[in-house]
């Protein structure tokens, strides 16, 4: 077992004004960051996901997971989850919903894109300390909203 985790969380905030997705973002980093220390390849060592919050000095204009790259000379690959300012308007609740689903599908995508090119991954693993982390994590932050939609 590696002392730490697959995913590497980050985030480039586009102006004050979206800095109220800071508390989610931090606490998001926080519990994934703490799990997924399996090792489940010899040669990718990271996933990173790397948040884009749209405000008033940048804007991506992106919504949901996008720009995936593969770096085997470095050893991750890295996939962009834009949250535009219309997320950013919505209830905590429905974001982080949001977060939770493009984290899913950014995960399996970049699974997907292993598989692919034929790197040596353990997909299986992954997945079961996936549906642990929904389970541990994600649920009981929907519980205390009220949303069973995940």
């Known amino acids: 077992m590696n002392h730490k985790s697959i995913f ?3 985030a480039q905030f586009g102006g ?3 800095i109220g997705f800071k508390p989610i973002f931090l606490e998001f980093k926080k519990m994934v960051e703490s799990c997924f220390k399996n090792n489940y390849s010899s040669l990718i060592r990271e996933f990173s996901i790397i ?7 940048s804007s991506w204009d992106k919504k949901g997971i996008n720009r995936m790259r593969l770096m085997k000379s470095r050893n991750y690959i890295t996939i962009d989850i834009g949250l535009t300012k219309e997320i950013l308007k919505m209830q905590e609740s429905d974001i982080w919903e ?3 689903k493009e984290f ?4 399996f995508s970049m699974m997907k894109k292993l598989k692919e ?4 991954f353990k997909n299986e693993q ?3 300390d996936l549906i642990a982390f929904k389970n541990d994590y994600i649920l009981p932050i929907h519980k205390k909203t009220k949303h069973n939609n995940l």
Do not use: H, P, Y
Not at 51 to 57: T, W, Y
Not at 104 to 107: A, H, K, L, Q, V
Not at 117 to 120: L, R, T, Y
């Open 117 to 120: 090119s034929k790197i040596d």
């Open 126 to 128: 992954l997945e079961a």
């Open 51 to 57: 948040f884009r919050i749209d405000g008033n000095i």
């Open 98 to 100: 949001f977060v939770w």
């Open 104 to 107: 899913e599908i950014g995960t």
């Open 8 to 10: 590497i969380i980050a």
């Open 16 to 18: 004050t004004d979206s």
